[in-house]
């Protein structure tokens, strides 16, 4: 039989249900299971803003993730690290599962790194939207956009790491290979040590 | 008494620090040959915005397809973009710093490349972009296309090739042609064109410029 102080506490078990059902419904809701999300946030950060050498995600074009996951699937992005890890982290990802997981890290609001050296940022900043055409390189500008947003399956550089962007750079410039239709070999080929940390230090601060 | 292993061990000390700075230097020999200014360095970075075979490619801007495309007009183009007559900040910075023979050869160069069209471009007035590039549209003063770019759209003289062009490049010139060509008060070629862009409804324009982007 029920009484005054059973009915309390029922309440009070009530109400703490009611208040968890309406806080777990305002947490964002994702397509694709809290697994895959999971094998992600492991190496790039809980809110997908990087860790380490695993490059922020939050905020990335979706299409650019999608067509990183490609071509970790077929092997023609071969970086170090790439090789090490992502060949392995994606190989069981299907397309579909590959989108969804691009359209959720793209919705993430994007935090700037700002650890290039700031001293190098103006120089980085002249190179990124003139390119330097007597030495034959090219304005990032041009396909990157005025923020370094990006557009498509161009990334956002905007905020990246300074040792993630500088080692791609140099990686490129090594002989290692992108996806099959990039142009960055041929951009990253021409850039002396300088520029390149000029140019990664400026991306590191654009929001 | 000096053994095998000692004289193998000195050999591959020697060897192996020059191994390492060739390759090191292949690098640098590379950064050194595409700064020197060559036309195959100079041709290599425009190829890498508008695509290794000319045939255009899809930036944050899109850039237009070279391949074929008539030689005085290039160099006209370069031309108006070192004098500030057609304005576009990547192109200026790109063209004021090469020479009247690089222009040439530039443009020369880019004459000889026949890639498939870029492609892409909506299929839904194909029909309408043909007739209006074949008959114009006599009622709106809007002169056949074919008339100077050529029946297979392949231009002549400073009439550029149309065939195969990048659709939103067409797209973004014949809609915004006033703000970036005929600038300055000296006189350019491209007011020819200003009228007819003007005259062209937005999706008359789309049209067209899906028609010519599949013209081979």
């Not at chain 1, 059902?21 to 492991?42: E, H, L, Q, Y």
Request: charged letters at 20%; glycine letters at 10%.
């Amino acid at each position: 039989m029920l009484n005054a102080r059973k009915l309390g506490i029922m309440k009070r078990i009530g109400l703490k249900i009611a208040i968890l059902a309406i806080v777990a419904t305002a947490i964002p809701a994702w397509a694709g299971d809290d697994a895959g999300i999971r094998n992600c946030t492991w190496c790039h950060g809980t809110s997908g803003q990087g860790y380490m050498v695993a490059p922020r995600l939050a905020g990335q074009r979706p299409q650019y993730i999608e067509s990183q996951i490609r071509s970790f699937r077929e092997h023609t992005r071969d970086n170090p690290f790439s090789k090490q890890y992502m060949w392995g982290a994606v190989a069981a990802l299907d397309p579909d599962a590959a989108r969804d997981l691009a359209i959720y890290f793209a919705k993430i609001a994007p935090k700037a790194a700002n650890d290039g050296d700031r001293d190098l940022a103006a120089r980085g900043r002249t190179i990124y939207l003139e390119g330097i055409p007597e030495a034959n390189i090219v304005s990032c500008y041009a396909c990157h956009g005025p923020d370094a947003e990006g557009v498509r399956d161009i990334p956002r550089l905007g905020g990246l790491a300074y040792f993630y962007l500088k080692g791609r750079l140099e990686q490129w410039g090594q002989g290692y290979h992108s996806g099959i239709e990039s142009p960055m070999p041929l951009v990253a080929s021409k850039l002396g040590p300088d520029e390149i940390e000029a140019l990664a230090s400026y991306l590191s601060f654009v929001k | 008494m000096v053994g095998i292993r000692s004289i193998v061990r000195l050999v591959l000390l020697t060897a192996l620090p020059a191994v390492v700075f060739a390759a090191a230097g292949h690098a640098e020999d590379r950064i050194v040959a595409a700064r020197q200014g060559g036309l195959e360095a100079k041709l290599e970075y425009c190829k890498t915005c508008h695509g290794l075979s000319g045939q255009g490619y899809l930036g944050y801007f899109p850039m237009p397809r070279l391949a074929g495309q008539q030689p005085e007009y290039i160099e006209a183009q370069l031309r108006a973009f070192i004098e500030r007559r057609r304005t576009n900040p990547i192109m200026f910075n790109v063209a004021h710093v090469l020479s009247p023979s690089m222009l040439t050869a530039l443009a020369t160069h880019f004459r000889g490349l026949n890639p498939r069209p870029f492609g892409g471009a909506p299929r839904g007035s194909l029909a309408e972009g043909k007739r209006i590039f074949e008959e114009g549209l006599p009622e709106a003063n809007v002169p056949a296309c074919s008339a100077c770019h050529g029946t297979e759209g392949k231009g002549q003289n400073e009439i550029p090739r149309l065939a195969g062009q990048v659709y939103a490049y067409t797209v973004g010139q014949l809609t915004g042609w006033k703000k970036e060509r005929g600038q300055g008060s000296a006189v350019d070629t491209s007011a020819i064109m200003a009228p007819t862009a003007h005259n062209l409804t937005r999706s008359q324009v789309e049209a067209v410029a899906a028609y010519v982007s599949n013209l081979p």
